[in-house]
């Protein structure tokens, strides 16, 4: 079982930055995919930011160019680094892992953390 906690979420004007952190509680191998997701009243939660198990990052189009997703291995700790920030920006941001072990896999998802852009 991992357990994933993130934090940095807030309050900032639209044109602010914020980093998002996501710790894993252990380090984990087998690693399918990791992310960030958000979600908003009403709607279903999207996916963000995100890392394949080739370590390639894609991106949401509507995050391209401003929003950038990193990681530390030694920390066992995703990043997203939030910059530009725009009122529809404004959601619940979630981090998910996707790890299979012995053919099975298995999804984490994080507890989520608000982010509010407005004036």
């Known amino acids: 079982q991992v357990q994933l906690v993130e934090s940095g979420g807030g309050l900032v004007q639209p044109g602010g930055s914020l980093r998002l952190s996501c710790a894993a509680s252990r380090s984990t191998f087998s690693i399918k995919a990791i992310g960030w997701y958000r979600q908003t009243p009403g709607k279903q939660r999207e996916l963000v930011a995100g890392?394949?198990?080739?370590?390639?990052?894609n991106y949401a189009d509507s995050v391209k160019g401003r929003f950038t997703i990193s990681s530390d291995g030694a920390k066992n700790t995703v990043y997203l680094q939030m910059n530009s920030l725009k009122p529809e920006d404004t959601a619940v941001y979630y981090c998910?892992?996707?790890?299979?072990?012995?053919?099975?896999?298995?999804?984490?998802w994080g507890q989520g953390t608000q982010v509010t852009v407005s004036s």
């Open positions: 890392f394949s198990s080739g370590g390639s990052a």
């Open positions: 998910h892992l996707h790890t299979v072990v012995a053919g099975t896999s298995y999804f984490y």
